[in-house]
């Protein structure tokens, strides 16, 4: 009865710990980000200028967050390729938006701009100006709409 107990103890300690270490967010510098999320900076945000860039250290791993002065954010995963992308005042560029989305969009919402999308491994959540939510499954295919 000691043995479990002392082997329920050295558990919960361990768990503990893991919890402390998870979710530690630390600001760090533009180059300390991955090349991937360096080059999606370059080459759709160059005009703008950065308020915060920083890491998250989760349990499984790291995401990176990188906030503009105009209120955009982008968040990236290990490698740097993009989770969500969040434009208040402009629009998502459309290099970053898969081509089928663009289309539906373009399509079934001509007068909207696409504001903020997300991805995981289920599929793209998409915010439209006119404040709908598009869903779509991993294969580009709208599963659900909210307004």
Request: a negative charge; one cysteine or more; charged letters at 25%.
């Amino acid at each position: 009865m000691k043995r479990l107990m002392k082997l329920f103890a050295v558990g919960c300690a361990l768990s503990a710990q893991t919890l402390v270490f998870a979710g530690q967010d630390k600001p760090i510098k533009i180059e300390q980000l991955p090349a991937n999320a360096q080059q999606i900076i370059n080459n759709h945000f160059a005009g703008q200028k950065v308020a915060l860039a920083k890491v998250d250290s989760e349990l499984f791993g790291k995401t990176y967050d990188v906030i503009f002065t105009n209120g955009d954010k982008l968040e990236f995963d290990s490698k740097g390729d993009w989770i969500e992308v969040e434009c208040k005042k402009s629009q998502v560029p459309a290099a970053l938006v898969p081509e089928s989305i663009s289309k539906f969009v373009a399509d079934s919402y001509p007068q909207t701009k696409i504001l903020e999308i997300d991805r995981d491994r289920r599929g793209y959540d998409v915010k439209l100006s006119s404040h709908i939510e598009l869903k779509f499954d991993g294969q580009f295919q709208l599963v659900g709409i909210d307004d």
